[in-house]
């Protein structure tokens, strides 16, 4: 079965740091775009940052700058280093792994549970 689990969550003063962690397992990681996205109580779940297979990034404008997404292929994990923390970041963080086959363009897209960030002082 699939699993993606997310750790690194907590609670994180204005300007401090944190980084996410998602372990994923019953996948072939290294062929799957990874992503992380966020939801805060009353708003949509929004995308933060993307990593393709092939290591292409992209953010969110709300954190591009402030924000870091990578991968370990070898550990099958994706991270999400955040700089600069404000507590407009305060959500849950979910991790989100996507491959479309080349044959007939399917679509396989797997989440994990999720992980609380809170940016308080």
């Known amino acids: 079965q699939v699993r993606l689990v997310e750790s690194g969550g907590g609670l994180v003063q204005p300007g401090g740091s944190l980084r996410l962690s998602c372990a994923a397992s019953?996948?072939?990681?290294?062929?799957?775009?990874m992503a992380w996205y966020r939801q805060a109580p009353g708003n949509q779940r929004e995308l933060v940052a993307g990593?393709?297979?092939?290591?292409?990034?992209n953010y969110a404008d709300s954190v591009k700058g402030r924000v870091t997404i990578s991968r370990d292929n070898a550990e099958n994990t994706v991270y999400l280093e955040m700089n600069a923390v404000k507590p407009e970041d305060t959500a849950v963080y979910y991790c989100?792994?996507?491959?479309?086959?080349?044959?007939?363009?399917?679509?396989?897209?797997?989440w994990g549970q999720g992980t609380q960030v809170t940016v308080s002082s």
């Open positions: 990593i393709t297979s092939a290591g292409g990034t």
């Open positions: 019953g996948i072939v990681f290294r062929m799957f775009d």
């Open positions: 989100n792994a996507v491959i479309i086959t080349k044959i007939n363009r399917s679509r396989l897209d797997y």
